[in-house]
């Protein structure tokens, strides 16, 4: 017997929204196993599609396709061919950039990216777990990397019962490896970077920051310095402070690799920031670009403290005139919300701002419209004028 899912009225209803999550409480009946794809009916055992399916995840049904469209290893690989082919269609000026971005590309729970001559892959379900070996053998006919890497990783992959691992797939890849982007030069740790190394997502925010960058520049939570980098040519000083002193060490080597001067610290930001405030530092540039705060919808409240005081204290040691480039990269905190954070610390810095730019994660990382969850980065540049 074929494995079927029979859904709720309600999650028949999701699906004709347009969104391709099922959750476990519209899961009527069920024969079927981890990480099988199944075909998923309604109350009535009308056939709506084909889906992964996963026995342990609140997501149990993602779906792949609606109506009587087979759902196989051929649909795999003509989506995964589609979505290489938009990569680059885009031109993009790096050689490190996504070629894959799950729900947005009709691949729901997959992560491909690419660095040079390496790919970097995630199965983030049970289902596209068990798809890896096809996943493997396109991405190989199509593109013939040296080595692709599986960071397997995550936390949401325990979520739905599976192993966190790193794991070699296919060829070999070094522990470091030399990637562009725009101008600039980096080295990359594929095994133990953030995400699957380098934040990807923020390269087109980091050349429309560096358009504003000008006088004294503070970078916060550099990371690997992407933004203070990219900025340090147009500036007569540039700060970068992250905490990890790992991500500290890299900033200064990959200064000196692109001949920019950055004056890299480790510290805690929101020390750091109070601080500076504290002694009237000021400056002309300054980024925000902080991890998730709330990366659940019980870290919200917390985060819009943590959000609204970086912002507060930002604004606040900012010239008039100057440019803040502030992100959020937690999907919980809307747009709008992160708008009424960034305002209210306006307010509370008893000074004006206007909205120069409103951005979002790269064209490489794009939204599926009706899906919120694939539009999670939000780039304000603001300038203060009182």
């Not at 397997?152 to 296919?170: C, F, T």
């Not at 939570?221 to 991500?247: H, L, P, Q, V």
């Not at 604004?315 to 959020?328: E, Q």
Request: net charge neutral; proline share 4%; with cysteine.
């Amino acid at each position: 017997m074929n494995p079927t899912v029979t859904i709720s009225v309600r999650g028949e209803q999701r699906l004709r929204g347009g969104h391709p999550w099922i959750y476990r409480s519209d899961i009527n009946e069920a024969t079927a196993g981890p990480g099988d794809i199944v075909a998923v009916r309604n109350v009535k055992g009308r056939v709506l599609g084909s889906a992964l399916y996963s026995d342990r995840s609140q997501i149990a049904i993602r779906m792949l396709t609606y109506g009587e469209r087979v759902a196989d290893a051929a649909l795999i690989a003509s989506r995964i061919a589609s979505a290489i082919a938009f990569r680059e269609s885009l031109a993009i000026d790096a050689t490190a950039y996504r070629l894959v971005h799950g729900e947005a590309d009709l691949l729901p729970s997959l992560v491909v990216d690419r660095y040079g001559d390496y790919l970097v892959v995630q199965a983030l379900s049970q289902g596209m777990d068990r798809l890896l070996p096809v996943v493997v053998e396109t991405l190989s006919a199509l593109l013939r990397p040296k080595g692709i890497l599986a960071r397997n990783d995550p936390k949401a992959r325990v979520l739905d019962g599976l192993p966190q691992e790193i794991a070699l797939l296919q060829g070999e890849v070094p522990d470091t490896v030399t990637v562009q982007e725009c101008g600039l030069e980096y080295e990359v740790d594929l095994r133990h970077g953030q995400k699957t190394g380098l934040f990807l997502d923020q390269r087109e925010n980091r050349e429309a920051a560096a358009r504003y960058a000008r006088g004294r520049v503070l970078d916060c939570f550099s990371y690997n310095g992407g933004f203070a980098m990219k900025m340090a040519s147009r500036a007569t000083e540039t700060i970068a402070f992250d905490i990890s002193e790992d991500a500290v060490a890299r900033v200064r080597s990959n200064a000196v690799r692109n001949g920019v001067t950055v004056d890299a610290r480790v510290g805690n930001v929101f020390d750091e920031l109070r601080g500076l405030d504290r002694v009237k530092e000021r400056f002309d540039t300054i980024v925000l670009d902080p991890p998730a705060f709330a990366k659940t919808k019980s870290a919200v409240e917390k985060a819009i403290t943590g959000y609204k005081e970086i912002n507060l204290r930002a604004l606040r040691m900012l010239k008039p005139g100057g440019f803040l480039i502030t992100c959020s990269c937690s999907y919980n905190i809307s747009e709008g919300m992160f708008a009424q954070i960034v305002y209210d610390a306006a307010v509370d810095a008893e000074t004006h701002v206007t909205m120069v730019e409103k951005r979002m994660q790269g064209r490489d990382h794009p939204v599926l419209l009706g899906v919120p969850e694939t539009y999670y980065l939000k780039c304000f540049i603001l300038r203060k004028v009182g």
